[in-house]
């Protein structure tokens, strides 16, 4: 109680906005359904849904960013709710650049009309964090400014207090909001948040995705200027293409809407199962397409990471519902669920439903949509990195689709599976496995004198006993013995070779 008015009162002004926003969106109801209020006549239950979005708008990049979170919750939400919060963008009127010089000065250390050989003072697009101009570099490369709004950070530094106090208290108040698990959403949101707020992570992202690409010419990602780049200003090579919403606009740029779908499907697979780091949100805002059928990714604020681990598992699944195996996707699914507390019955219910419907076939937006709805029925839950890969495919299932109508993604997935077993063979993946086992072997080979000595005592401390008399005891040892002169062996023959 006491951190809850602590957090009230150092916010109170940000708190008496949002209340207001609350009220004239008549979105009440909801604090009643989370446990952190009563009540109210909020209107048309049904237009609930829209009216929390439009909220979330109104408030700004850090509500935004908890909707766009929200979005990729289909285990937890009905679909009029994740319909409505897939439409969250943050757009933002443009501010006078006068209001923007003092920060752009600050990081540039200079006027811009002086750090330029020429500078744009309107603006060239505008979004809730931030406002993009254009310039020209002196040697005559063409680049934008990303310029952070002046003031944001301590405004979404505000709601992360806020929101982290609201969900500790439906925690605790709410066994339903429970299942949500608010305060773990909260802790994403903010290192999401955090993460966004200083441009130069997504310079350095922009970074790594461009060395994953490295080999491959079609995929363009902006090059990064560090030498005028901060916390608060990215300044990257401008990038002029065609926005991936129609097949017409596409063909009158000379662009084939086939090569580029294919294209689009091959980068996120491999983002997702090879590279391990991928574009979060790959929606048409996000993307050009380029002549030469290339693509480049921008806005790379957000950036999905995937652990081994998590790509076997992806695969499994895949692997599992085009058999039509639902004893492995059953295995997979506990897994993802461990800890919710389903009944294996459930689990094995909810694997026998879906590879009934979706086995042997792969259309991934229907099997996602099933998937989801399968898991908020029977209590299963998925892993929140699962869900945002899942997000970012069925995001390009859409963008292909639009520009390809008869694209289909289950195809590139089966190309997808070649790359990943010639990326499993290749020397970048078994030269850290060799170096670790290297290791390994030298450590034991510096340690295997005196773990011999120390076993040789032992040895000779005990008295000799029959293995027909105590097999359960004699058995072990000398097992341990010959395992240890073994990888004796193995390291005097690495350290001799």
Known sequence: MLQTLIVAGRDRHRLQEIAQVATRFGIGVLAARFGLGTDGADGDPADLPRRTRLALEALGPTFVKLGQILATRGDLLPPDWIAEFERLHSSAPTLPFADLRDAVETALGEPPETAFASFDPNPLAAASMAQVHRAMLQDGQAVVLKIRRPGIRPRIEADLRLIAQGAALAERASADTRRFQPVALV????????????????????????????????????????????????????????????????????????????LGADVVLDMVLINGRFHADPHPGNLLCLPGNRIALLDLGMIGHVSPRRREEFVGFVQALQRGDPALLADILGAWSAGAGVAPEAVCGAADRLVARHGGQLVLRAIVTDLLTVMRETGLVMPSDLLLIFKALITIDGVLATIQPDFDLSAALRRASLRIVRARLSADHWGPVVQGLAWELGRIGDDAPRLLRLLVRRLEAEPVVPVAVQPDRAGPRWIAAAILAGATLIAAAGLLG
């Open 187 to 262: 802790r994403e949101l903010a290192a999401a948040m955090l993460d966004e707020c200083d441009f130069t992570n997504e310079g350095r992202n922009a970074d790594r995705l461009r060395a994953d690409f490295a080999g491959d010419p079609r995929v363009v990602v902006p090059t990064i200027h560090w030498q005028y780049t901060s916390d608060a200003l990215l300044v990257m090579d401008y990038v002029d293409g065609v926005r991936p919403t129609d097949p017409a606009s596409l063909r009158a740029a000379g662009i084939d809407p086939a090569a580029i779908a294919a």
